[in-house]
C-alpha cells in the first residue's frame, strides 16, 4: 500500500459500480472484502465503525480479520471511496463518499449530513481573522437529534 494522502472522493455516495471504478481506476482488484465492506457502507444511513464492519463483514463472509478490515478501509480511504468521521472520544465512523458535514445525536447516534454552505461564514470569518481554512467534514459535531429533541419535549 502507498502513503499517498487520501484522495477525495471521486464518485457519489450510494453507487457500488463507481466505487469499484475508482478501485480499479487506481490499479487495486476487486476482492470480496472490498466489496463487502462498500456493500454494508452503501445499506446503512450510520456512520460505521472498523468494529461494526467486522462484524457485519464477518457474517457475509465467514472468518475475516480485524487486520484486514482496516487494511481495507486504509485502501478505500486511499482510493477516495470513504472517508471517516470522527465523534467525540469513540471510534471513528466511516462512510461512502464525504458528507460535508455531519452532526451526531448524543443520545441515539443519529448521523445529520450538512451542506458546507451552512459553514460558509464561519470559514470565511476563521480565515480572514486566522487565515485558517477549517476542514468541517472531519469531525462530527455534536448535539440532539429532532427525534430525541421530541421525546424529551414529551417527558416534560
Aim: charged share 25%; net charge positive; proline share 4%.
Amino acid at each position: 500500500m502507498t502513503t499517498r494522502p487520501a484522495s477525495p472522493p471521486r464518485h457519489r455516495a450510494g453507487d457500488l459500480d463507481a466505487a469499484l471504478d475508482a478501485l480499479r481506476a487506481d490499479g487495486l482488484r476487486i476482492t470480496a472484502q472490498r466489496t463487502a465492506i462498500v456493500e454494508i457502507l452503501l445499506s446503512s444511513d450510520e456512520l460505521l465503525t472498523a468494529d461494526r464492519l467486522l462484524q457485519e463483514a464477518t457474517a457475509r463472509l465467514g472468518t475475516v480479520a480485524p487486520s484486514t478490515v482496516y487494511r481495507v478501509l486504509a485502501v478505500l480511504e486511499e482510493a477516495g471511496i470513504v472517508t471517516h468521521v470522527h465523534r467525540g472520544h469513540g471510534p471513528a465512523g466511516y462512510t461512502v463518499g464525504a458528507p460535508d458535514a455531519t452532526a451526531v445525536c448524543d443520545r441515539c447516534g443519529a448521523v445529520v449530513a450538512i451542506p458546507a454552505k451552512a459553514f460558509d461564514a464561519l470559514v470565511r470569518a476563521v480565515r480572514a481573522r486566522e487565515g485558517f481554512v477549517l476542514g468541517a467534514q472531519h469531525f462530527a459535531l455534536s448535539g440532539m437529534c429532532a427525534r430525541c429533541k421530541r421525546e424529551d419535549a414529551a417527558r416534560g
